[in-house]
């Protein structure tokens, strides 16, 4: 690869423009864990430019208010063991500790886990769940929009005009609020998850006031779940509440089978990982 072939901006700015004058044969670079993965199962056909962001500077972990401002180059590691994430965010905290492999947390990115889309990216659903805003820059500005319209919409058009992720803002967990995460994985020691759940709920004592459930890994985007939004606030968590909301909650998704697990294996995993997790706030 020749110097012209890997550019390392140390503006936003410069990176944004970079990306927009050559969006037809750029790669951008972060951690690198699925990058340069694919380079070297086969070296791409043409040209490729490798635009670095590891020197603009978004690696930060901020407190701004009542929320998380998380630059897109933070890492995995970074955040699982960040002291303000483990207090206002523990949600978050648990899944970045729990992705991958300590090697591969060491480099890899929240917005990279995001920006990649990939159906098992557990950083997706653990923002969707979190009601996360990605802040997106580009030649004509910053933007700001919920995870769940990014990770719909076509990246043609979210990352349009060398487009890329700056930060993530996250509303900090309430003193009222409970959370939860769980996940499924094919083997011990494969990271990747075959299905996930994520959920913060409000509670008054005993009595849920408001829930948001969110399942990973089953459809090509994290689904939020409206049976638990319908059938949970104002009640007290029982068994036969819990294992309804976790019947319906699974019934809702379409999964996909992949090589680690079938459509049916998922709808009934996920009725499973549901119910554990809601059963720990009864």
Not at 133 to 145: D, I, L, N, Q, Y
Not at 191 to 215: P, T, Y
Request: glycine share 8%.
């Amino acid at each position: 690869m020749s110097a012209n072939d890997f550019l390392a901006p140390t503006e936003l700015s410069q990176a944004c423009s970079l990306l927009s004058r050559e969006a037809d044969q750029t790669a951008v670079l972060a951690g690198g864990t699925n990058l340069m993965a694919r380079f070297n199962r086969r070296l791409p056909r043409r040209r490729v430019v490798i635009v670095y962001l590891g020197r603009l500077g978004l690696d930060y972990i901020r407190v701004n208010g009542g929320q998380l401002v998380v630059g897109a180059c933070a890492t995995l590691s970074d955040i699982a063991v960040s002291r303000e994430i483990q207090r206002h965010l523990p949600l978050l905290a648990r899944t970045c500790g729990e992705m991958a492999c300590p090697a591969v947390r060491n480099a890899a990115t929240l917005g990279g886990n995001v920006a990649n889309g990939a159906r098992n990216a557990d950083g997706m659903a653990a923002l969707t769940a979190l009601v996360a805003r990605v802040v997106v820059a580009s030649t004509a500005g910053e933007k700001k929009m919920p995870i769940e319209q990014f990770i719909m919409s076509p990246k043609i058009e979210t990352l349009k005009n060398g487009g890329l992720i700056k930060e993530f803002e996250i509303p900090a967990l309430g003193a009222d609020e409970k959370w939860g995460w769980m996940k499924l994985k094919q083997r011990q020691g494969e990271g990747r998850s075959v299905v996930s759940v994520a959920v913060r709920m409000k509670m008054a004592g005993e009595i849920c006031q408001d829930v948001r459930l969110v399942l990973g890994a089953m459809a090509p985007h994290p689904s939020v779940s409206p049976a638990a939004a319908s059938l949970l606030p104002g009640k007290t968590l029982t068994a036969e509440l819990i294992k309804e909301t976790a019947d319906k909650a699974a019934s809702e998704t379409e999964p996909l089978s992949d090589v680690r697990g079938s459509a049916w294996y998922k709808k009934r995993a996920a009725a499973v990982l549901v119910r554990r997790v809601l059963s720990q706030f009864s």
